[in-house]
């Protein structure tokens, strides 16, 4: 069985700093992992996706996020919050041994709240 | 190109009643997925549909069903509607279906449940 946790319900940082949204997975082989923004009443928004290679992913808007195999954790970075980055955010997870079906796991989501 | 369209965007319904969501994936994708998101339980995975066969199927009763169209547009059904089954439905397409594919996310249809 594969699952993933967000261990904060909200993260709150000052505008113009650093910010880290924190996510770690299990799965009985290799993950595939990837981070999704929801803004208010719209659907969620794909980020960035690690499958193989640089532990370190770039994606949109300016997040990066680094996969940490012996720590089976995949956190969510950004050096610099914009207000407008306050939103929703999702860690998903798939299991590369799960017959390469779309059966995804989500985690329970963090707010993130940037302070002006 | 277009992204993934989702009708209709809120619906009401009464208890007992039925509804049927629509979702039309981006051009060229052929697996389509459908999530329930609720403030309780979060994103929970409904059942995902590729070249018109259901691959995998989440733990929901048999009151929610689909199908997936040649046109790989899809519909997901919900009879003998019950309260709890207020939640934002959320459809993701992808090119695949395969496990590394990004799923791209319609905008949801908001239904209410009285």
């Known amino acids: 069985a594969q699952s993933v946790a967000q261990p904060e319900d909200q993260v709150n940082v000052a505008e113009g700093n650093p910010l880290t949204v924190k996510c770690t997975y299990s799965v009985s082989g290799n993950p595939y992992l990837f981070w999704y923004v929801q803004y208010p009443n719209r659907g969620l928004q794909f980020l960035l996706k690690y499958i193989t290679g640089d532990n370190l992913v770039k994606g949109s808007y300016g997040f990066e996020a680094e996969f940490n195999k012996s720590q089976t954790s995949f956190h969510l970075k950004k050096p610099s919050a914009l207000v407008s980055d306050s939103a929703l955010y999702f860690c998903?997870?798939?299991?590369?041994?799960?017959?390469?079906?779309?059966?995804?796991?989500f985690g329970t989501g963090t707010k993130l709240q940037v302070i002006p | 190109k277009a992204g993934v369209t989702q009708t209709p965007r809120y619906l009401i319904k009464t208890r007992g009643q039925q509804v049927t969501l629509s979702c039309s994936p981006i051009?060229?994708?052929?697996?389509v997925s459908w999530y329930q998101q609720t403030p309780g339980q979060g994103l929970q995975f409904l059942f995902e549909y590729f070249s018109e066969t259901q691959r995998n199927k989440g733990n929901f009763p048999g009151r929610f069903s689909g199908r997936q169209f040649s046109n790989s547009r899809s519909e997901m059904n919900v009879s003998t509607l019950e309260l709890g089954d207020s939640a934002l439905y959320l459809c993701?397409?992808?090119?695949?279906?395969?496990?590394?594919?990004?799923?791209?996310f319609g905008p949801g249809t908001r239904l209410t449940v009285l």
């Open positions: 051009s060229g994708h052929r697996s």
């Open positions: 993701a397409s992808s090119s695949l279906g395969q496990s590394f594919d990004t799923q791209y």
């Open positions: 998903a997870v798939r299991d590369m041994n799960s017959g390469g079906y779309q059966k995804v796991t």
